[in-house]
């Protein structure tokens, strides 16, 4: 069983920047590629970002150039840093795995492979 804590979300204007930290344990978490979730009132819950056991990367398109996602295997923790944040970005963060691209594409999977979820982390970009 996995257990997952994710921290470092808040309030912040439009156009700031937060960072995101999610810390993973119960599991050999540097074998998974790992991803970052939201969930906006209202609205199911969407793929962010993902990085794989090596480190490579994969965005959905509204926030690539402005989020990074990051990973400390020895810390077990994935990291998001969050910039030019916009209003409707407002969401609760979590994270989880996913399956890492097939070999020899950049065919990643979107869907979350843990079957539970942290508690996440809220984050509030006011206008």
């Known amino acids: 069983q996995v257990q997952l804590v994710e921290s470092g979300g808040g309030l912040v204007q439009a156009g700031g920047s937060l960072r995101l930290s999610c810390a993973a344990s119960g599991r050999t978490f540097s074998r998974d590629a790992m991803a970052w979730f939201r969930q906006a009132p209202g609205k199911e819950r969407e793929f962010v970002a993902a990085?794989?056991?090596?480190?490579?990367?994969y965005y959905t398109d509204s926030v690539k150039g402005r989020f990074t996602i990051s990973r400390d295997n020895a810390k077990n923790t994935v990291y998001l840093e969050m910039n030019s944040l916009k209003p409707e970005e407002t969401a609760v963060y979590y994270c989880?795995?996913?399956?890492?691209?097939?070999?020899?594409?950049?065919?990643?999977?979107?869907?979350?492979?843990?079957?539970?979820w942290g508690q996440g982390t809220q984050v509030t970009v006011s206008s």
């Open positions: 989880n795995a996913v399956r890492p691209p097939l070999l020899g594409t950049l065919n990643w999977g979107t869907t979350p492979l843990y079957d539970c």
């Open positions: 990085i794989s056991r090596t480190g490579s990367t």
